[in-house]
């Protein structure tokens, strides 16, 4: 059985069909975020939510992939078409360590368990990860992959990530407050999350490539606190569509965002999902590769 490197599915990102550009002036765009989940028992879910009106949803289950519990924490997964089937990798934390993991399925499914390439250790006390990969357009030849994770204490940690491998670019303490956090864009030279934090404040963080210490900035100022998962998906040249998660209802509620611009940040809200959502690993699936289109920043 053959796999692509690591480090080109890696490459491979998100492409939306149907976008329109959002603004105060488009009353019907239509957009979607493909969240991605790690079941209890193990299995591989993806689920599409559309800013339709009302909201629609479409909903595909892997078989059982990993081991009950396995994995606790994932970033993004890719999928492509392979000519045994359709391939689908990320890196995943397993226990303490850091993963890359791959699978093929045929016709919906699972041919063979994941390779498993371990990447390294420490990571038992890490609480999101999550990975970028930018590209230029054509015909331009930079590429750029960076990877972050928040851990416990509150410091946030970055790598680039070229070819499968991982080297440490830096960490910045005082993120404690974060619960989750979201990549709403990529560009040559950033990278911006969109954060919540327990005490219900939106921020973006954005985080220049090289030594510059990221620049956060609000958005809202309370109301944000209930969500467990935030999970964004570009919409047109420079907004974004948010799903919002809250574990503790098992609800969630879908956002369209305009270009981040702090507190004047326009923020639609589109609805409750008619979902159930009690899986406990989300991550954003990347449906067709080459392409992690983020640009709300």
């Not at 030849?141 to 440490?168: H, Q, S």
Request: glycine share 10%; charged share 15%; aromatic share 10%.
């Amino acid at each position: 059985m053959m796999y692509r490197a690591a480090g080109v599915i890696a490459a491979a990102g998100l492409a939306l069909a149907a976008l329109v550009p959002m603004s105060a002036q488009a009353a019907n765009p239509v957009c979607a975020v493909w969240q991605g989940s790690v079941t209890a028992d193990g299995a591989h879910g993806k689920l599409g939510v559309e800013t339709t009106v009302p909201i629609s949803t479409s909903h595909d289950l892997a078989p059982i992939v990993y081991k009950p519990g396995q994995v606790r924490l994932s970033a993004r997964q890719t999928e492509e078409p392979v000519p045994q089937g359709t391939q689908r990798g990320g890196y995943v934390v397993i226990g303490d360590a850091l993963y890359w993991s791959v699978y093929l399925t045929f016709n919906g499914q699972v041919i063979d368990q994941p390779v498993l390439r371990r990447i390294g250790g420490g990571w038992g006390n890490f609480r999101t990860l999550e990975v970028s990969q930018y590209q230029a357009p054509y015909p331009g030849k930079l590429r750029r992959g960076a990877a972050y994770a928040l851990r416990n204490d509150g410091v946030l940690y970055r790598w680039t990530v070229d070819n499968g491998t991982w080297r440490a670019a830096g960490s910045y303490a005082g993120f404690a407050a974060v619960k989750s956090m979201t990549l709403i864009a990529n560009t040559a030279t950033y990278d911006t999350f969109l954060a919540n934090t327990r005490g219900g404040a939106l921020y973006t963080i954005r985080i220049p490539v090289g030594t510059a210490k990221p620049i956060v900035t609000p958005v809202r100022t309370r109301t944000w606190q209930g969500f467990e998962t935030l999970s964004a998906a570009a919409c047109g040249r420079n907004s974004t569509v948010l799903l919002g998660i809250d574990s503790d209802t098992k609800t969630a509620y879908l956002y369209a965002v305009g270009h981040a611009n702090g507190l004047s940040t326009l923020i639609q809200p589109r609805g409750k999902v008619r979902a159930t959502f009690a899986d406990p690993v989300y991550f954003r699936w990347v449906p067709i590769p080459e392409f992690d289109v983020a640009n709300g920043d």
